[in-house]
Nanobody
């Protein structure tokens, strides 16, 4: 079992910053390397991959829409995944989810690759 718990969502003005966190735990989690990813879903839109990190070697992946503004990182000691979001835009408003997959690679942004999901944390960007 893998448990993922997100936190850090909030309302912020455009241009501002937020840091999301995802605490990972579970017997299965500790036995393997994982693709840990952040997805987001706005009302009426499909869930989209934002960023991912492979715990095996630290490789990171980003959607074009967030490159240069968002940074994914991991605190190994605390088994926590972070998403630092800077220069936030109105279109970043969405529910943000943490997800885990055993393998993904270049398909990291496909939600169907992920077996475990958190409950989500809301990010609202206003003008």
């Amino acid at each position: 079992q893998v448990n993922l718990v997100e936190s850090g969502g909030d309302s912020v003005q455009a241009g501002g910053s937020l840091r999301l966190s995802c605490a990972a735990s579970g017997d299965t989690y500790y036995k393997h390397y994982w693709f840990l990813a952040w997805f987001r879903q706005a009302p009426g839109k499909e869930r989209e991959g934002v960023a991912a990190l492979y715990t095996g070697d630290g490789t990171t992946y980003y959607a074009d829409s967030v490159k240069g503004r968002f940074t994914i990182s991991r605190d190994k000691a605390k088994d926590t995944l972070h998403l630092q979001m800077d220069s936030l835009k109105l279109e970043d408003t969405a529910m943000y989810y943490c997800a885990a997959a055993r393998s993904a690679g270049d398909t990291w942004s496909e939600p169907t690759k992920y077996n475990y999901w958190g409950q989500g944390t809301q990010v609202t960007v206003s003008s």
